[in-house]
């Protein structure tokens, strides 16, 4: 005989099931779900970036590379603050500034539950904070005065940890300034969780959270429900995606690609607005390759997910809107991925520099010296592919 539970009895279960799961969730400590990682440094500044599992506010703690113990004394507290309010959530971004060039800082994150916020009265929870107990404090350098700017790049990860690791093997990771992620480090982004797992809790592992990553969008970024927070996790110095920076006697200028298609291709579905982005950032252009700086560099290069060549739409706009002002402000080469192939396209009279188009199985090493600037295109196995030398402007 089949025995039938009372409904009372059963709605009694059902809601202390779901009180339980309610209970233990709110139950759950606060962590860092995403280690830091900086980003957007220049000789004086320098935004660092972490997650947690619960909203919260953020500060950094920050110290001189000497040899004090980072608990010898009280840490200056920087927090991730907006309008005059600190900030709660759990994307922290701190910003510091007036720092100087070319010298390395120890750092130290934390983040404090906020579990109620009525009126005008903040409940907090506990802090989370990284190790500076058991472990050596994170640390970066700022950008600074340098006779030799050497990075590395790659791009066209598509999620493909598994190259990323093996390509920053082969990169001289420690050595390096700086990386550069030029472009389509995912397929598309669908939220924070694929982002992290797809190229940056990799970064994060192997170098991001002491070494400076410049990061160029590629036409991949833009797509997914979450390719409208991508500026969210990776601030600039301009708070644009187009931005530029200086490093030792070498000028760099990062643009923003933009879509490969026109705006009205049916693979957008109406929610781009690419061409007029793409107007917007040659203005900023003009005005960024008479920055003085950079008109007096040493090397001037500029990096670009997609080369302008190919004849597609964004490509072409690359070539009509971005190309002529690089020409006149006396651009060296263009650093572009997105092909999926090694191209070393030769200046011509349309386009006055040589184009490197990086493949997406292979790590471009960069060295710009007093004397000389390599730009050298290693395979998976280590071998050189290929090879580019400049001379210096002056």
């Known amino acids: 005989m089949m025995k039938i539970t009372p409904k009372p009895l059963l709605v009694f279960c059902l809601l202390l099931v779901l009180t339980t799961g309610i209970f233990a969730q709110q139950q759950e400590n606060i962590n860092i779900t995403h280690l830091p990682y900086i980003q957007g440094v220049t000789n004086s500044s320098v935004h660092i970036i972490w997650t947690t599992n619960k909203p919260a506010t953020g500060w950094v703690e920050l110290a001189p590379d000497d040899s004090s113990h980072f608990y010898h004394t009280a840490r200056p507290k920087f927090f991730a603050t907006e309008y005059g309010f600190k900030k709660v959530g759990t994307v922290h971004q701190v910003t510091l500034t007036n720092l100087k060039p070319g010298t390395v800082y120890r750092y130290r994150v934390y983040s404090q539950e906020v579990l109620k916020h009525v009126g005008v009265q903040v409940e907090y929870g506990k802090i989370v904070a990284t190790n500076v107990y058991k472990e050596k404090p994170l640390s970066f350098r700022t950008l600074g005065s340098s006779s030799r700017t050497q990075f590395a790049v790659v791009n066209d990860i598509h999620g493909r940890n598994e190259v990323l690791n093996k390509l920053l093997d082969l990169s001289d990771l420690p050595k390096q300034d700086f990386i550069v992620f030029n472009g389509d480090m995912v397929d598309n982004l669908l939220s924070e969780n694929q982002m992290f797992a797809g190229f940056m809790d990799t970064a994060i592992k192997r170098f991001a959270s002491e070494k400076p990553m410049f990061y160029s969008r590629g036409n991949h970024e833009t797509r997914g429900p979450f390719a409208i927070e991508y500026p969210r996790y990776f601030p600039t110095p301009t708070g644009k995606l187009y931005y530029q920076f200086n490093h030792g006697e070498t000028g760099v200028i990062v643009l923003?690609?933009?879509?490969?298609?026109?705006?009205?291709?049916?693979?957008?579905?109406?929610?781009?607005?690419?061409?007029?982005?793409?107007?917007?950032?040659?203005?900023?252009?003009?005005?960024?390759?008479?920055?003085?700086?950079?008109?007096?560099?040493?090397?001037?290069?500029?990096?670009?997910?997609?080369?302008?060549?190919?004849?597609?739409?964004?490509?072409?706009?690359?070539?009509?809107?971005?190309?002529?002002?690089?020409?006149?402000?006396?651009?060296?080469?263009?650093?572009?991925?997105?092909?999926h192939q090694h191209i070393i396209k030769p200046a011509t009279a349309e386009i006055k520099f040589p184009i490197i188009v990086n493949s997406n199985n292979n790590v471009l090493k960069v060295d710009l010296t007093s004397v000389k600037g390599t730009f050298q295109v290693v395979d998976q196995q280590g071998k050189m592919v290929d090879e580019v030398v400049i001379k210096p402007l002056h």
């Not at 009205?264 to 917007?280: A, H, L, P, W």
């Not at 960024?288 to 700086?293: G, M, R, S």
């Not at 001037?300 to 190309?323: T, Y």
């Open 256 to 339: 923003d690609c933009g879509e490969d298609k026109p705006d009205t291709d049916m693979e957008y579905s109406g929610i781009v607005d690419m061409d007029r982005y793409r107007t917007e950032q040659a203005e900023w252009l003009e005005r960024a390759v008479e920055n003085t700086e950079f008109k007096n560099a040493k090397y001037k290069v500029v990096i670009c997910h997609m080369p302008p060549f190919g004849g597609w739409h964004g490509e072409q706009e690359i070539l009509d809107k971005f190309v002529p002002i690089l020409n006149r402000a006396g651009v060296q080469v263009m650093l572009s991925g997105h092909l």
